[in-house]
């Protein structure tokens, strides 16, 4: 079992849509959860860090954690063709140095 | 200012050349990271930097030498490398974890290529 698991996609949504975006982890110890946005041959983006149970909204996002069930998961309302990215889950331990990163998810916005 | 700025962005270079990454943060944050990441594949960790010490270094081969020369930059070493070792090289910098705040903040990246 992978540690950090994301559907590799694609995810394809038409624009206007609610693209939702999933990820589980195996580690019961992990307390920090944070989704990252990549384009192709860019460095990843920060979008959002989520510690406790429940949502976490910014803008058109919405990070969702669920520590019993082990998952975590992104909304992103009224999507745009420039969402379209890999999104990468990543889980870490408080008080440690290692993030580990999910294979990420292709999402793909159709205009 | 969340920025983490990376020299070059581009590098091609030959398996006899030697040659430099450079990473440097104003966040004033204490740890510092190096990535490798292939293409379509997740960011794999190399080196951790905690107050300028070398904290992880996940069984990377001695080609690859890092360097924390003071808290704001970090280096990277490179000599002798194998055609395998081309990908994108990411820095990265977050406050030390036990300080409650463990974000990674990524700079663009330096996109290696060896010949």
């Known amino acids: 079992q992978k540690e950090v698991e994301q559907n590799s996609g694609p995810l394809s949504v038409p624009e206007g849509a609610i693209a939702s975006l999933n990820c589980t982890y195996s580690d019961r110890g992990s307390q920090s959860f944070f989704w990252y946005r990549q384009y192709s041959g860019k460095s990843p983006e920060l979008i959002m860090s989520i510690y406790s149970n429940g949502d976490k909204e910014d803008g058109r996002f919405t990070a969702q954690l669920n520590k019993a069930s082990q998952y975590v998961s992104l909304l992103i309302r009224d999507s745009q063709p420039s969402d379209s990215a890999t999104y990468l889950c990543?889980?870490?331990?408080?008080?440690?140095?290692?993030?580990?990163f999910g294979a990420g998810t292709r999402l793909f916005v159709k205009a | 200012d969340t920025e983490v700025t990376q020299t070059p962005k581009h590098l091609v270079m030959g398996m006899t050349n030697k040659k430099s990454l450079k990473c440097e943060q104003h966040m004033g944050h204490r740890a510092m990271y190096w990535y490798k990441q292939k293409a379509k594949k997740p960011p794999e960790l190399m080196f951790v930097?905690?107050?300028?010490?070398?904290?992880i270094n996940e069984s990377v081969p001695s080609r690859f030498s890092p360097e924390c020369p003071n808290s704001s930059l970090l280096n990277l070493h490179l000599h002798a490398l194998q055609p395998e070792d081309s990908a994108l090289y990411l820095c990265a910098s977050s406050q030390v974890p036990d300080s409650g705040t463990d974000t990674q903040y990524f700079g663009p990246g330096t996109r290696l290529t060896v010949l």
């Open positions: 930097y905690s107050y300028e010490k070398l904290s």
């Open positions: 990543a889980v870490s331990r408080t008080g440690g140095f290692k993030t580990i």
